[in-house]
């Protein structure tokens, strides 16, 4: 919680690992919406599925990671957590908007 007892919400690309997390300072929003395995990953290069993302080319190095991350403060709640831009663009079965996936986050008691 910062000053005057108002909520924190911090989000974004972290570059966090898996072992990586801010402990009971902060809550990690995906965690508290039940760590859901299809959301996990924001960064997903691995061919595994007929889409699947080649925004740096088809020899990028194919690997699966959280880096982007929606953390609040421990009194926040997380009631919905999904992934966006997740799928190609167009008509492309392997062009995607960005190299990472998007987070869309519903938090409440962020007063």
């Not at 974004?12 to 299809?38: C, H, P, V, Y």
């Not at 997903?44 to 740096?56: A, L, R, V």
């Not at 990028?60 to 990671?65: D, L, M, P, S, V």
């Amino acid at each position: 919680i910062g000053r005057d007892n108002k909520p924190i919400i911090i989000a974004g690309d972290t570059n966090m690992r898996d072992e990586e997390d801010f402990g009971d300072t902060m809550k990690d929003a995906w965690k508290l919406n039940g760590q859901n395995i299809s959301t996990k990953y924001t960064w997903d290069t691995i061919d595994h599925h007929p889409n699947f993302n080649q925004y740096y080319g088809a020899s990028t190095r194919q690997y699966q990671r959280r880096y982007d991350r929606v953390y609040i403060s421990p009194n926040a709640k997380c009631t919905q957590f999904d992934l966006i831009a997740n799928t190609p663009i167009g008509n492309s079965t392997t062009h995607f908007l960005s190299d990472h996936f998007g987070i869309v986050a519903t938090l409440e008691d962020i007063v």
